[in-house]
């Protein structure tokens, strides 16, 4: 798994360090978009300005791309498509008001080519609601 992630990196012109493999591979586990304290809870000794750093660098190389949530900004790793120049980040986001967790929903997504005379270098679709499960839970 570590060099499946090293691979990753370095294919995103990241040079691996031992923090980026462990953050990346969290990251990869999560359903969910995370805060940096989040995040940073995971880590028992790790120095926030650091993991900070690693999410900045990764959202600067298309690695994650960032949601900005009411004061909060949250990171979800993009798909592999994205990359330094372009985050092929045109999908939903969800706020679930009841479990508190934010989700991208790719089945919700604004379509890429679109003939404008204008270019489009950033959508952020952001929705607030009852996600699936929750709903689930109140019937």
């Known amino acids: 798994m570590k060099k499946d992630i090293e691979a990753k990196l370095i294919d995103k012109n990241t040079k691996p360090t031992s923090m980026r493999i462990l ?23 790790a120095d926030r300005t ?25 990171y979800r790793l993009c798909d592999d498509g994205c990359n330094e120049k372009t985050h092929k980040d045109r999908h939903l986001h969800f706020y679930c008001k009841i479990c508190k967790q ?10 890429e080519n679109i003939q404008t005379d204008f270019r489009i270098d950033e959508i952020r679709l952001f929705a607030k609601g009852i996600c699936e499960n929750c709903l689930e839970s109140l019937q």
Do not use: M
Not at 102 to 111: A, N, Q
């Open 23 to 45: 953050v990346y591979d969290f990251l990869s586990t999560q359903e969910a978009a995370l805060s940096l304290s989040e995040i940073e809870n995971h880590f028992d000794n």
């Open 50 to 74: 650091t993991i900070y750093r690693t999410l900045k660098t990764f959202e600067e190389k298309g690695i994650v791309h960032s949601i900005q949530e009411n004061t909060t900004t949250k």
């Open 102 to 111: 934010t989700t991208c929903r790719e089945d919700i997504s604004f379509p």
